[in-house]
C-alpha cells in the first residue's frame, strides 16, 4: 500500500478511458402516410400501454381482435404504470428506441409533436372527420403545437358526473337535482341530517382537479376553459377568479374534513357505501366502484350518476372530456403496421369490443349505443360530444401536463386548506407565464 | 515475464529478487515489480471509472448546461450544447421550493439519525442483558429490514389512514374522542387524526415546520433501526464483560456503566449507524414518493424527490441542468458531512 500509494489516482485517471457513442442517425422528413390495406401488413410492433386488470384484458382483447385481421403482424403489449408512462416514454423516444405504438396524454402528445417525434395522421383524421366518426373539436385534442394530428382517440371519457346512490337520496328525501340551487340544497340537506354531502379523495392530488374543471367550465364558459389550457389568458382572467371563489365556498361548505387525507379509492367506496352523498368524477366510475368496493353493487340500480347541473342556465352547452390517446412512433421500423394498429385502434371495430365490456366510452361516433352493457355506460355515452354543435375539450391539467400540471396540483391542494383565492391566482400567476409570452 | 511469481496486493518483499543477478534485469524486475499491481487493480479501476467516475463527471458537467431528459445532455455533442454557466446553481438556490425542499430535508437529517442512534443503542443495550430473549429481540427488530421501503410506505399509509375503520391510529384517535381535533401550543399547532395531511405546523416567524414529515420518518426509521441494532449489537459483543463487572464491584449503577464503558467501547459502531443514517436520510425518495408524493402542496417535498420531478416530470420545461445542480449540491453535503467517517475508515485500514 505505502509503495502504490501515490501513483493510485494517476492510474485511476488513465483508465478514463474515451467512450465510443453511437449517435442515432436521424430520420429524414416525412409528410402524412396512408394506411395499408387490410390485412397486408406483416412483421413485428410494440406497443406501450397502461392498463391492468380488467382493463388490461379489455385492451388485450381489442389487441387480439387486431391480430385477427391481420394475421401476419405479431404485437406484444408492454403494461407500464399509469404515474410512469410519461417518463418511460420520454427515456425510449430519448434514447432513439420508441415503441411503435405508445398510449398518450395530450401534454406528452404535444411535446413528443413539437420534437418532431411522431408519425403524422392528417390524412387518416381528414377522413374520419369527413364520415361523421370524429368532430374537429376531437382532432384539436390530437394534435401538435403545429395543429397537424399525431394521435388516435381510442378510449373516452366525460368528467363532471356528481355519483350518488338512489337509495340514500330517496333515504333523505332528495329528487335529483337539475339546477345549481338544487345540487347545493341537497348538499345543505344532507349536511343537516349528518351525512357527509362529498366525497373527495384530493391526498392523490388528481381527483381535486375534477372539480376545478367543471367549476371554470360553468362559471366562466368553455371559451375562457379553452383559452386558459391554451395559455391564451391568464389565471387573473376575472371569468377565472372567479369560478376559484365559487369553488371556494363549495370547499369550505362541503368538502370533508378529511379531503387532503382521503385516497381516491377510500374516497370512491366512502361515497358508494352511502358514507358520503355525492361524488364528483369521471364516467370510469362505473368500472371502479363495483371492481374496488363491493362487486355485488349493481351499475344504474346501486349507484348511478347525474350531470353537474349548470351554474347559470343561460351558458350555451359544452362536454369536457379527458381519456387516452395512441400515438405512433416516427422512428418505427414497421411503419405499415404502425399505421395499420393506429387506424384499428380508432375504428368502431375496435372500440365496440371494448365497449362491451364496460366501464368504456368509444370516441368513435360510429358505435352505436345498444353494444354498452349497462345504463351508466349508455348514459355516459350518451354526453360524448359527438357532432359539431357540441363544444369539446380536454381535461386542463392533462392538457397542459408538465411542470405547470405539478405546481396546479400542489396549488391546488393549497388552496383547499386555505380557501385563499389571491394567493392561489398569484401562485399559478406565477407558475403558468405562458399568457404573457 | 510469466515464470516470474508475482504478488497482488502486499508489496513484494525486496529479498524476492535472487541475488547475485546483474544489475539490468534486476532494476527491470524492480519495474515490472512496481508496475504488476496497478494491472492487476486495472479491471476493477475500470469498472468503477466506467459506472462511477464517469457518470459522477457527467452529471457535474451537465449541470452547465440547459437541457432536458427528451435531448440528455451529451458530452460528444457539443453542437447541440447550451452553456448557461452558474445558471442552473442560481436559479436553484434562489427558488423558495428548492429552500423549502431544503428545509423538509433538514428535518430528515436532524431527526431521523438521532431517532435510529438513540433507539438502536437503548434497544442493543437491552438485548446484550437479556440472555434469553436476545435472539427473538434481535429478530424483531431486523424483520423490518427485509421490507422494502416502498412497501414499508404502503404499509404504513394504512396505518396512517384517515378513516377510522382503516386506520389503526385513527382507530384509537376516535375511541379517545380527540379525532379531528384543532389544538395550539403557542407557536405549535396540532391536529390529530390528519396524519398525512396536515397533522401540525410548528410557526417558527421564519419559517413553517410540516409536522407532517415527522409522521413520514416514523416508517423510515422503523425499517431502517434493524441496521442500527445488528451493527451496535455486534459491536457490544467486542466490549469484554470483565470491565462491566469491576464497575458493579466498584458500585456503579446501570446509567453510569452504559456511559461511562459501553458507549466509549461503541464509538466506532455509533459513528458508523449515524453517519449511514444521515445518508439515509439526504437522499430518501421512495417513502416520501408512496406515501405523500411530497405533498399535500409541498409540505413533505424533499430535495431528492423536487430533482426528480425536474428531470422526469417537467419536460415540457427542461429542467435536467437544474435537477443535476441539486444533485452536485447535495453530493457536496454529503461528503462533507461523511468526511470524518471516511477518514476514520482510511485511518483503520492503514492502521
Known amino acids: 500500500m505505502r509503495i502504490y500509494g501515490r501513483r493510485r489516482l494517476v492510474t485511476g485517471f488513465a483508465c478514463l478511458v474515451a467512450l465510443a457513442l453511437v449517435v442515432g442517425a436521424c430520420g429524414g422528413g416525412e409528410e402524412a402516410s396512408k394506411t395499408p390495406p387490410a390485412g397486408e401488413a406483416s412483421g413485428e410492433?410494440?406497443?406501450?400501454?397502461?392498463?391492468?386488470?380488467?382493463?388490461?384484458?379489455?385492451?388485450?382483447?381489442?389487441?387480439?381482435?387486431?391480430?385477427?385481421?391481420?394475421?401476419?403482424?405479431?404485437?406484444?403489449?408492454?403494461?407500464?404504470?399509469?404515474?410512469?408512462?410519461?417518463?418511460?416514454?420520454?427515456?425510449?423516444?430519448?434514447?432513439?428506441?420508441?415503441?411503435?405504438?405508445?398510449?398518450?396524454?395530450?401534454?406528452?402528445?404535444?411535446?413528443?409533436?413539437?420534437?418532431?417525434?411522431?408519425?403524422?395522421?392528417?390524412?387518416?383524421?381528414?377522413?374520419?372527420?369527413?364520415?361523421?366518426?370524429?368532430?374537429?373539436?376531437?382532432?384539436?385534442?390530437?394534435?401538435?403545437?403545429?395543429?397537424?394530428?399525431?394521435?388516435?382517440?381510442?378510449?373516452?371519457?366525460?368528467?363532471?358526473?356528481?355519483?350518488?346512490?338512489?337509495?340514500?337520496?330517496?333515504?333523505?328525501?332528495?329528487?335529483?337535482?337539475?339546477?345549481?340551487?338544487?345540487?347545493?340544497?341537497?348538499?345543505?340537506?344532507?349536511?343537516?341530517?349528518?351525512?357527509?354531502?362529498?366525497?373527495?379523495?384530493?391526498?392523490?392530488?388528481?381527483?381535486?382537479?375534477?372539480?376545478?374543471?367543471?367549476?371554470?367550465?360553468?362559471?366562466?364558459?368553455?371559451?375562457?376553459?379553452?383559452?386558459?389550457?391554451?395559455?391564451?389568458?391568464?389565471?387573473?382572467?376575472?371569468?377565472?377568479?372567479?369560478?376559484?371563489?365559487?369553488?371556494?365556498?363549495?370547499?369550505?361548505?362541503?368538502?370533508?374534513?378529511?379531503?387532503?387525507?382521503?385516497?381516491?379509492?377510500?374516497?370512491?367506496?366512502?361515497?358508494?357505501?352511502?358514507?358520503?352523498?355525492?361524488?364528483?368524477?369521471?364516467?370510469?366510475?362505473?368500472?371502479?366502484?363495483?371492481?374496488?368496493?363491493?362487486?355485488?353493487?349493481?351499475?344504474?340500480?346501486?349507484?348511478?350518476?347525474?350531470?353537474?347541473?349548470?351554474?347559470?342556465?343561460?351558458?350555451?352547452?359544452?362536454?369536457?372530456?379527458?381519456?387516452?390517446?395512441?400515438?405512433?412512433?416516427?422512428?418505427?421500423?414497421?411503419?405499415?403496421?404502425?399505421?395499420?394498429?393506429?387506424?384499428?385502434?380508432?375504428?368502431?371495430?375496435?372500440?365496440?369490443?371494448?365497449?362491451?365490456?364496460?366501464?368504456?366510452?368509444?370516441?368513435?361516433?360510429?358505435?352505436?349505443a345498444d353494444v354498452y352493457p349497462d345504463e351508466n355506460d349508455r348514459k355516459a355515452a350518451a354526453l360524448w360530444p359527438r357532432t359539431a354543435s357540441v363544444a369539446a375539450g380536454y381535461d386542463l391539467d392533462d392538457w397542459i401536463g408538465g411542470e405547470i400540471q405539478v405546481k396546479y396540483r400542489q396549488a391546488l391542494a393549497q388552496f383547499t386548506r386555505d380557501r385563499d383565492v389571491d394567493k392561489f391566482i398569484a401562485t399559478m400567476t406565477k407558475v403558468d407565464t405562458r399568457a404573457k409570452d | 515475464m510469466a515464470s516470474r511469481p508475482t504478488t497482488t496486493v502486499a508489496p513484494a518483499p525486496r529479498e524476492a529478487a535472487p541475488p547475485g543477478r546483474r544489475q539490468e534485469p534486476r532494476r527491470r524486475a524492480r519495474r515490472l515489480e512496481r508496475f504488476a499491481p496497478y494491472l492487476f487493480v486495472a479491471p476493477l479501476l475500470a469498472v468503477f471509472a466506467v459506472f462511477y467516475l464517469w457518470p459522477a463527471l457527467v452529471t457535474v458537467l451537465s449541470s452547465f448546461f440547459r437541457w432536458g431528459l427528451l435531448r440528455p445532455w451529451s458530452p460528444v455533442e457539443p453542437d447541440r450544447w447550451r452553456f448557461v454557466g452558474l445558471d442552473n446553481y442560481t436559479t436553484t438556490l434562489t427558488d423558495p421550493s428548492f429552500w423549502n425542499a431544503v428545509l423538509n430535508t433538514a428535518i430528515w437529517l436532524v431527526v431521523f439519525p438521532v431517532l435510529v442512534v438513540a433507539f438502536s443503542l437503548l434497544v442493543s443495550i437491552l438485548i446484550w442483558h437479556t440472555t434469553r430473549a436476545g435472539t427473538v429481540l434481535r429478530t424483531v427488530f431486523i424483520l423490518p429490514m427485509t421490507i422494502s421501503l416502498a412497501a414499508a410506505g404502503v404499509i404504513w399509509s394504512f396505518v396512517y389512514n384517515a378513516d377510522p375503520q382503516i386506520g389503526v391510529l385513527n382507530a384509537v384517535l376516535d375511541r379517545l374522542g380527540i379525532l379531528d381535533a384543532d389544538w395550539r401550543l403557542g407557536p405549535l399547532e396540532l391536529h390529530p387524526g390528519a396524519w398525512l395531511s396536515n397533522p401540525g405546523v410548528l410557526h417558527l416567524g421564519v419559517a413553517d415546520v410540516r409536522l407532517t414529515n415527522l409522521v413520514l420518518i416514523v416508517p423510515a426509521f422503523w425499517a431502517f433501526t434493524g441496521f442500527g441494532v445488528i451493527t451496535i449489537t455486534a459491536g457490544l459483543t467486542a466490549v469484554p464483560y470483565e470491565l462491566v463487572e469491576a464497575a458493579k464491584v466498584d458500585g456503579a449503577n446501570a446509567w453510569q456503566t452504559a456511559r461511562r464503558i459501553l458507549v466509549p467501547a461503541l464509538r466506532r459502531p455509533l459513528v458508523v449507524v449515524g453517519v449511514v443514517s444521515v445518508i439515509f436520510a439526504l437522499r430518501t425518495f421512495d417513502i416520501v414518493y408512496v406515501m405523500t408524493g411530497g405533498g399535500p402542496a409541498q409540505d413533505t417535498m424533499v430535495l431528492a424527490l423536487l430533482l426528480w420531478q425536474q428531470a422526469f416530470a417537467f419536460l415540457d420545461t427542461p429542467q435536467g441542468g437544474q435537477a443535476t445542480a441539486i444533485a452536485v449540491l447535495m453530493s457536496a453535503v454529503l461528503i462533507a458531512g461523511s468526511y470524518p467517517y471516511l477518514r476514520q475508515l482510511i485511518a483503520g485500514r492503514s492502521r
Request: with cysteine; charged share 20%.
Open chain 1, 45 to 368: 410492433l410494440r406497443v406501450v400501454s397502461n392498463w391492468t386488470g380488467s382493463e388490461g384484458e379489455a385492451f388485450q382483447a381489442v389487441i387480439d381482435a387486431f391480430k385477427q385481421k391481420n394475421p401476419k403482424v405479431t404485437v406484444k403489449v408492454e403494461q407500464v404504470p399509469f404515474d410512469q408512462t410519461q417518463a418511460l416514454l420520454t427515456q425510449q423516444f430519448a434514447a432513439g428506441s420508441p415503441p411503435d405504438v405508445a398510449v398518450a396524454l395530450p401534454g406528452i402528445i404535444r411535446t413528443f409533436a413539437g420534437q418532431d417525434l411522431l408519425l403524422n395522421l392528417d390524412a387518416q383524421w381528414d377522413a374520419w372527420v369527413k364520415d361523421g366518426a370524429y368532430t374537429d373539436a376531437l382532432r384539436q385534442i390530437a394534435s401538435g403545437p403545429d395543429g397537424k394530428a399525431y394521435a388516435v382517440y381510442f378510449k373516452g371519457n366525460v368528467n363532471a358526473l356528481v355519483w350518488y346512490s338512489p337509495e340514500q337520496l330517496q333515504k333523505l328525501g332528495i329528487g335529483v337535482p337539475k339546477t345549481w340551487a338544487e345540487f347545493t340544497a341537497a348538499m345543505d340537506k344532507a349536511k343537516a341530517e349528518g351525512v357527509a354531502p362529498l366525497a373527495v379523495g384530493g391526498k392523490d392530488g388528481w381527483p381535486l382537479t375534477q372539480w376545478t374543471d367543471p367549476v371554470i367550465l360553468r362559471v366562466a364558459g368553455a371559451e375562457a376553459f379553452n383559452d386558459l389550457a391554451r395559455g391564451k389568458i391568464g389565471w387573473d382572467d376575472p371569468r377565472i377568479v372567479k369560478s376559484f371563489q365559487v369553488l371556494g365556498d363549495l370547499v369550505g361548505k362541503y368538502f370533508p374534513a378529511q379531503a387532503l387525507g382521503t385516497g381516491f379509492i377510500d374516497a370512491t367506496c366512502a361515497g358508494a357505501k352511502g358514507k358520503a352523498l355525492f361524488d364528483n368524477q369521471g364516467a370510469f366510475m362505473n368500472l371502479i366502484i363495483p371492481a374496488e368496493c363491493d362487486k355485488s353493487l349493481k351499475p344504474g340500480k346501486d349507484f348511478t350518476f347525474f350531470l353537474m347541473p349548470k351554474y347559470d342556465a343561460a351558458m350555451p352547452d359544452a362536454q369536457f372530456v379527458s381519456g387516452d390517446l395512441f400515438v405512433g412512433a416516427k422512428d418505427t421500423k414497421n411503419k405499415p403496421a404502425t399505421l395499420a394498429l393506429l387506424d384499428y385502434l380508432a375504428s368502431a371495430d375496435a372500440q365496440e369490443v371494448w365497449a362491451k365490456r364496460g366501464g368504456y366510452i368509444a370516441p368513435n361516433a360510429k358505435v352505436p
